[in-house]
T-cell receptor
Framework: GAVVSQHPSRVICKSGTSVKIECRSL??????MFWYRQFPKKSLMLMAT?????????EQGVEKDKFLINHASLTLSTLTVTSAHPEDSSFYIC?????????????FGPGTRLTVT | GEDVEQSLFLSVREGDSSVINCTYT??????LYWYKQEPGAGLQLLTY???NMDMKQDQRLTVLLNKKDKHLSLRIADTQTGDSAIYFC???????????WGAGTKLIIKP
């Protein structure tokens, strides 16, 4: 099946620094990738939709200058949390839609646990 | 907007059936999904149902959709310890197939 990887799986950073999270589709091309944030006991929150070669579309309430998304190739999207603060600590999940597959299905990465101290 | 609700926990005995419930608010939901999340692994699509269907069965999994009550359920027959996970209900409404998620139900298996 289609595999999506995320790197790193866990990261701890100091307040005020920036952190980059990578999302890769390993065996398929993804024209569209999604970035989610997961809070404990709460539903996944869609942060933004990333289309290869164009600017990401951010959901209402998500600061685009704080959460920088780049989708430079058909297999890689990155999320950079800039000037991170403790409230940014969360579990970040990406997903990708197969360019040649069904629009119904998204393939999810294993997530990245970000802790800001 | 669309709201999707699930219970946070479900505890069942090994070998029994598990029924995980989900309610949603928008009757124009087109596809309804069940995802499974295990620690350290990505969300895995278990099954989905189109809104013009009432039931879908796939081996031990049975999905029931009651459109009138906007209620979706996932039944896992003969629950095993490997079924321990968080199960998420998700729905889509629009042509972009943007997923709207429930909070997830943690399935706990008792020996």
């Amino acid at each position: 099946g289609a595999v999506v990887s995320q790197h790193p799986s866990r990261v701890i950073c100091k307040s005020g620094t920036s952190v980059k999270i990578e999302c890769r589709s390993l065996d398929f091309q993804a024209t569209t990738m999604f970035w989610y944030r997961q809070f404990p006991k709460k539903s996944l929150m869609l942060m933004a939709t990333s289309n290869e070669g164009s600017k990401a579309t951010y959901e209402q309430g998500v600061e685009k200058d704080k959460f920088l998304i780049n989708h430079a190739s058909l297999t890689l999207s990155t999320l950079t949390v800039t000037s991170a603060h403790p409230e940014d600590s969360s579990f970040y999940i990406c997903s990708a839609r197969d360019r040649g597959g069904s629009r119904i299905e998204q393939y999810f990465g294993p997530g990245t646990r970000l802790t800001v101290t | 907007g669309e709201d999707v609700e699930q219970s946070l926990f479900l505890s069942v005995r090994e070998g029994d059936s598990s029924v995980i419930n989900c309610t949603y608010t928008d009757s124009s939901s087109t596809y309804l999904y069940w995802y499974k999340q295990e620690p350290g692994a990505g969300l895995q699509l278990l099954t989905y149902i189109f809104s013009n269907m009432d039931m879908k069965q796939d081996q031990r999994l049975t999905v029931l959709l009651n459109k009138k009550d906007k209620h979706l359920s996932l039944r896992i027959a003969d629950t095993q310890t490997g079924d321990s996970a968080i199960y998420f209900c998700a729905v889509t409404m629009d042509s972009n197939y943007q997923l709207i998620w429930g909070a997830g139900t943690k399935l706990i298996i008792k020996p």
